[in-house]
């Protein structure tokens, strides 16, 4: 069987995929595809017979899933058992059968079946992705199970940093992010960065590693939810929001003003708090009153300008708060 694209003015191919099939019931017989919006299709009509015929013109309607017919034979064709006259024409569906004769018996049947649309996901934009951004800094491997330290937002495999979580809270106060070192408040399984290493994986299957180093991993990985971290214990939390007053006191407070009045304000029991960008300490976000929050230079948050500002020096808390030293003006 072939197809000819038609002549007429304004035929233009949809683009190099087919956009529909004419499916004979008889499977002797190969699908006939339709690539152009409007094509001329010149095949066999009947199984007795390899003579080729142009019976019918095809054009593709507006939007998806239907087609206009337009009998081009010197007979009566059938579609969905109606009667096309010749020159007629008729709108057809997926699925519309049509038979390129005036009765059933002696010509072959088809099936007009539109193809699905693509695939949405091969449209999208295909983005470049070094490996080398996609390793744990702790095995220097492409992550494995990722989750994701926060504040940082740096990544790691779940078992290299459910090791490094244990060992951390036997002999430190806080667990800090083996990248950076920044006290680490919340960590949770990243599954959008799951999906691009398991792509990377499968682009460069060299980068995998031995299933037997994968399940030494595994084994040590604890965190399966968002966890909130605390000084010798975690909680599971649903969301990613300040911690109630009752998982404050069970997290050795970080902000003084958590655990008591200074200056005459308390953080409220769902107040929002800013780390500090030098010592890493907590300090409750107040933005509906004047006082400083930021270093003047940087803008990064500076609790020794929030401090300076409530009386609170370096010293007088067992939290982090920066030393006045540290509030002076470079000059």
């Known amino acids: 069987m072939t197809t000819e694209s038609g002549q007429s003015s304004g035929s233009k191919p949809s683009d190099d995929e087919a956009w529909a099939k004419l499916v004979p019931l008889d499977t002797r017989f190969s699908d006939i595809e339709i690539r152009c919006n409007d094509m001329v299709i010149c095949s066999e009509i009947k199984p007795s017979s390899s003579e080729r015929h142009e019976w019918c013109r095809i054009t593709k309607n507006l939007g998806q899933g239907s087609a206009t ?3 081009k034979s010197s007979d009566a064709i059938l579609v969905d058992e109606a009667i ?4 007629g024409a008729v709108d057809i569906m997926s699925g519309s059968e049509i038979v390129p004769g005036p009765g059933g018996q002696g ?25 080398d951004h996609a390793k744990c800094s702790i095995c220097l491997n492409v992550w494995h ?10 990544n790691f495999c779940n078992g290299c940093f459910s090791e490094w979580m244990r060992r951390s ?11 950076c070192r920044t006290t680490v408040q919340f960590v949770g399984r990243n599954h959008f960065l799951q999906n691009i290493q398991e792509d990377i994986l ?13 399940a030494v991993l ?15 214990r975690k909680r599971r939390f649903s969301t990613l929001v300040s911690p109630t007053l009752e998982e404050r006191d069970s997290l050795r407070l970080q902000c003084p003003q958590c655990a008591a009045t200074i200056g005459g304000y308390r953080c409220e029991r769902h107040g929002a708090h800013l780390q500090c960008h030098l010592c890493r300490g907590m300090m409750p976000n107040r933005t509906n009153f004047q006082v400083p929050l930021h270093c003047m230079g940087c803008d990064r948050p ?11 020096t370096h010293g007088e808390s067992s939290t982090p708060v920066c030393s006045r030293d540290t509030f002076r003006p470079v000059g």
């Open 145 to 154: 199970d990722v989750v994701t330290a926060a504040p940082c937002l740096h």
């Open 69 to 71: 017919l337009h009998n």
């Open 107 to 131: 010509y072959l049947q088809y099936r007009f079946t539109v193809m699905p649309a693509p695939d949405s996901r091969s449209q999208l934009l295909k983005i470049s992705i070094d490996p």
């Open 218 to 232: 595994d084994s040590s990985s604890s965190i399966q939810s968002n966890l909130i971290i605390g000084s010798k």
């Open 302 to 312: 500076f609790c020794g300008a929030y401090w300076s500002s409530q009386n609170v």
């Open 84 to 87: 096309i006259p010749k020159d």
């Open 202 to 214: 499968k682009a460069d299957t060299g980068l995998r590693r031995p299933a037997e180093d994968l």
């Open 169 to 179: 809270e036997a002999r430190h106060q806080h667990v800090l992010c083996p990248q």
